[in-house]
């Protein structure tokens, strides 16, 4: 009840709250929770429904968010016929190391702020690590989700498996800029090719990218272009050449070299459907 709360408060802080009212209560606790697995057969679980953790930080939140964003495309893709029921399982696989990791921050970070002056110290050790640039935006990902890296294809390109900023623009051969953002917007696959592709592609485009992706044209748009110079508003510093993104945003594949595209596509939308070269 609110005279619980107000009751609480005064004993706390000497201060009494008993005059006001509450519009809106609720209780949480400390305890967290993971599901076994994400998926058994027709069941998937996504969000709260997959892991249980107290209100700290939002992380909870932004981990039910990119739950969702992960299954999303994957299950209208499988709903649809446009690519094999084995996509669903890259769900679990992708998602489910990430909700032992929001377990494993939700415990720590309980200790961190629930906790009395005992742990001072690792507090304060804490301060300066995040003086650190590195450390500072290696929590900032981690709390906010977007240092996620998947696994998505054999490679040592530093963006392969990572989130493309939506903010990374390319000026198109009409004249038109265009960000990542707008580019995803459909809900399906993009191949980013630039027009100078960097060796990604012979001379006269048969062995590149565009050749090699036109046979899933159903699933992928490909797009040709320059990214935009750096001190543009969303410019990219530097970018792969030729890149393949996810419909939830992930890079799952990278260029010069056309080496593995194929297998790229087929892992992530199914077999070529439209014959190459059409």
Known sequence: TFTDVADAWQRMTGESIHHGSARWMAAFGNGAGLATTYRRGRVLLAGDAAHATPPLAGWGLSTGIQDAANLGWKLAAVATG?????????????????????????????????????????????????????????????????????????GDHPLLGRRLSPDHALDLPDGNRARV?????????????????????????????????????????IVTGTWAPADAPGGPARLPAAVLVRPDGYVAWAGPGSAGLTAALESWFGPARVTAGV
């Not at 300066?128 to 990902?141: I, R, S, V, W, Y």
């Not at 592709?197 to 050749?211: L, M, S």
């Open 82 to 154: 446009r690519a094999p029921e084995t996509l669903l399982d890259t769900y679990h696989a992708e998602r489910h190391p990430l909700g032992e990791q929001l377990l494993r921050n939700t415990h720590a970070a309980t200790a961190l702020y629930l906790s009395d002056e005992e742990m001072d110290p690792l507090r304060a050790v804490l301060r300066e690590l995040m003086e650190d640039k590195n450390a500072a935006e290696h929590f900032a990902g981690m709390v906010s989700g977007l240092g996620v890296r998947y696994d998505t294809c054999p």
């Open 181 to 221: 953002a707008q580019l995803l917007r459909p809900g399906r696959g993009v191949l980013i090719v630039t027009e100078d592709p960097g060796g990604t592609e012979a001379p006269d485009g048969t062995d590149g990218p565009r050749h090699r992706a036109a046979a899933w044209s159903d699933r992928v748009d």
